[in-house]
């Protein structure tokens, strides 16, 4: 997994009727893009996670094609 910033980190619900998590990569942490990373959740909570299978990242590139 690799991220950089500005990227959105995606954390998948893990239960029925449980919503995805989607937070703003806001620093790269490890070597060459890769975990940990520094979050900004939409509340502006901040945390350093390091993420699971349960999780995508979504870059800015897809973003901005997906919105065209």
Do not use: K
């Not at 942490?29 to 900004?40: L, N, S």
């Not at 349960?54 to 094609?65: G, P, Y």
């Amino acid at each position: 997994m690799r991220a950089s910033v500005g990227d959105q980190l995606v954390q998948h619900g893990r239960v029925v009727g449980q919503h995805d998590q989607v937070s703003e990569v806001v620093e790269v942490m490890g070597a060459q893009g890769t975990p940990p990373y520094r979050v900004r959740f939409p509340d502006g909570h901040e945390a350093v996670m390091s993420p699971g299978p349960d999780c995508q990242v979504r870059h800015r590139e897809q973003e901005h094609q997906a919105q065209r």
